[in-house]
């Protein structure tokens, strides 16, 4: 089977830089997809796949959320963690001109502008993360770890109570 060739996009550049190891895949994209076509077209657990979510607060800053495929972000949860009155998803164009990146494409690594990143926690306890390389289509297979240590993000705890 040919490999695809993988995309150079501001995250693999990051990656390479800074030396980390990761796998790249490519699928065949559907919008509105999420990570349930993703998972399946990789053959994965989708808690496994991880949502780039740009998200902003009241005054309007941006902020990523990094959450499993299969749960979702309690927003009262992130606001009360954060010392916020509301968090809220940023607009398609607004997310883009944070990042730089697609909305469907949207990595949390190589962004536009240096935003805090806060990764619900239990993320780091799988052992590989598939996650945005940065367009649509795309997926980096790598170590939660190394993408905790290189975005230096905040563990929280702001998942639903159950898996949506």
């Known amino acids: 089977m040919a490999k695809a060739k993988i995309p150079v996009t501001p995250a693999i550049r990051l990656l390479r830089q800074q030396q980390i190891p990761f796998v790249g895949h490519c699928y065949p994209y559907q919008d509105h997809g999420g990570t349930a076509v993703c998972a399946q077209e990789l053959q994965v657990d989708e808690h496994a796949v991880i949502k780039t979510l740009i998200m ?3 005054q309007k800053r941006p902020l990523v ?9 309690s927003t009262k949860k992130l606001a009360r963690t954060l010392g916020v009155k509301q968090v809220a998803a940023c607009t398609p164009e607004t997310a883009a001109k944070h990042t730089g990146y697609q909305v469907g494409g949207t990595s949390p690594l190589g962004t536009r502008k240096k935003l805090p990143v806060y990764m619900e926690q239990s993320i780091l306890e799988l052992p590989i993360i598939y996650l945005n390389g940065g367009k649509r289509g795309f997926l980096l297979e790598i170590s939660p770890q190394e993408v905790h240590q290189l ?13 949506a």
């Open 65 to 73: 959320v990094l959450m499993h495929g299969d749960y979702q972000v």
């Open 151 to 163: 975005l230096n993000s905040q563990l929280v705890e702001v998942s639903t109570d159950t898996a």
């Open 56 to 58: 902003e607060d009241e």
